[in-house]
């Protein structure tokens, strides 16, 4: 037992030095090398724990969701607040999380690039990973309708909107290399005052 733990803890270390080499380096310019390097391994050590570059990213992006989403379920679950204010700290984690990540979403959008270019659709992966998101929204906004302190919205509508503000959000990060998001962070505001029942 204390193999596998050890194990995993190895693996989750890797995972997080891996993120800081494609955020420094861009995901075209790592190598297995450079990884290993940073994580204080040798090359044959890390095929134990991944088969190439392309899953160690995917990993390294799945435990940060991870971390994300479990910080999302929480502000979600908060029945004790009123749902805008369940909708406003978790949209505000989400802001806060892409500042805090903005140069590895120059990282994923390089990556995505990569996906399209070799035929693949990036559009099905980017979807695998925000639809626990969009689902938490939509939970918040249906009870907020449901105990009279949403308007009735169409809830499909409303959260396409939120989520567009969100990837709005990532391409002021990412490409036009914002550092604040302090007016989407209004923007997002703004949408939920408007959506309560006067």
């Known amino acids: 037992m204390a193999i596998v733990v050890e194990h995993e803890k190895r693996k989750h270390e890797i995972l997080e030095k891996s ?3 494609f955020t420094e380096e861009g995901y ?21 724990y991944f088969k190439n570059k392309r899953e160690i990213f995917l990993w390294s992006i799945k435990q940060m969701m991870a971390g994300l ?31 805090k990540n903005k140069k590895l979403f120059g990282v994923i959008l390089d990556y995505l690039l990569q996906i399209k270019k070799s035929g693949s659709d990036p559009a099905e992966k980017v979807q695998r990973r925000v639809i ?7 939970t918040i906004i249906i009870r ?15 959260n396409e909107l939120f989520y567009s503000i969100i990837e709005s959000a990532i391409f002021k990060l990412a490409v036009l290399n914002q550092d604040s998001l302090a007016e989407t962070r209004e923007i997002l505001n703004l949408t939920i005052e408007s959506l309560k029942v006067k």
């Open 19 to 21: 993120l800081d080499v």
């Open 28 to 48: 075209e310019d790592v190598t297995f090398q450079k990884i290993a390097d940073r994580c204080g391994i040798t090359r044959t050590t890390l095929y134990i």
């Open 69 to 99: 989403q479990t910080g999302l379920v929480e502000a979600s679950k908060d029945t004790k607040s009123s749902a805008a204010d369940s909708l406003s700290k978790t949209l505000m984690i989400v802001m806060d999380s892409c500042e």
């Open 132 to 138: 626990h998101l969009r689902h938490l929204l939509s």
């Open 144 to 158: 907020g309708i449901n105990s009279g302190e949403f308007r009735k919205v169409p809830v499909k509508e409303i």
